[in-house]
């Protein structure tokens, strides 16, 4: 019976963390199984109400990779941004009345379909962490890329304070905050020559990327952080990428 009560106790407990954690989707709202931040879904997880989506969550909304099933056997596989298809996805439609069936697949834009080739540059944010991704041309010609890193608490200073450290280009405490690092990349196509490393700024790292054979696509991991970037023009780009740590 003692048993009974605690099992009982721990599925009350399970259950009230899971409403507790809102989902900001009216259709999606009823019940929530997942990564929660502050209350808000937030990670991968499970949300079903009229409609049910599986797949991240950012502050509360789709956001990332994930699958949306709508009440009516529609649903959306692909990738998403603060609620609305972004990126690349497939929209399977069931015709009224009948067995047959639609997709839809290719490239969508802010909840719109774009058509089935990629546009300059493509950017799919596998993580919540990363708040912000901005990819831009520096110049029509050329054939490198540069990646900028930055996070919210990166390069401050703690509260232990501590005498600056002289490095090659700036002087910084002792005791300041690790700035965040690029750790991996992983070419999927095209490729690179060389990589150049500058990491003497107080609140950023860069990387420069030369000699890039474009197009290319590639993973780029920010310790368990990560992204994939695809780019099908040959030019000079800038890609800065805001961490939420």
């Known amino acids: 019976m003692k048993n009974m009560l605690v099992v009982l ?42 409609d ?30 603060k609620g609305v298809f972004e990126g690349e996805g497939t929209l399977h439609t069931a015709k009224t009345n009948t067995s047959d069936t639609s997709e839809l697949k290719g490239f969508w834009a802010n909840g ?30 050329g054939e490198d890329i540069t990646i900028v890193v930055k996070s919210t608490t990166g390069g401050a200073g703690t509260l232990l304070g501590g005498s600056p450290v002289q490095n090659e280009t700036s002087i910084v405490s002792s005791n300041t905050i690790p700035k965040v690092k690029l750790t991996d990349i992983q070419v999927l196509s095209g490729s690179y020559l060389t990589k150049v490393d500058n990491e003497y700024s107080p609140i950023a790292n860069k990387y420069t990327l030369q000699h890039v054979v474009f197009p290319i ?20 780009w800038i890609i800065d990428v805001k961490l939420d740590k």
């Not at 546009?119 to 010609?141: H, L, P, Q």
């Not at 590639?218 to 099908?232: H, T």
């Open 112 to 141: 719109k379909f774009k058509g089935v080739q990629k546009s300059s540059f493509t950017v799919y944010v596998m993580s919540n962490k990363i708040s912000d991704v901005n990819v831009r041309k520096a110049g029509k010609t």
């Open 9 to 50: 106790l721990l599925l009350s407990v399970s259950h009230l963390s899971a409403q507790n954690c809102a989902v900001m989707v009216a259709a999606l709202k009823g019940s929530y199984t997942g990564e929660c931040k502050k209350g808000i879904a937030n990670g991968n997880g499970t949300a079903v109400g009229i």
């Open 217 to 236: 696509s590639l993973y780029l991991s920010f310790d368990s952080e990560r992204i994939k970037v695809d780019l099908s023009e040959k030019a000079n």
């Open 52 to 81: 049910t989506y599986v797949g991240n969550f950012k502050n509360g909304y789709p956001d990332g990779k994930g699958k949306y099933s709508w009440k009516n056997g529609n649903w959306y596989d692909g990738f998403w941004k």
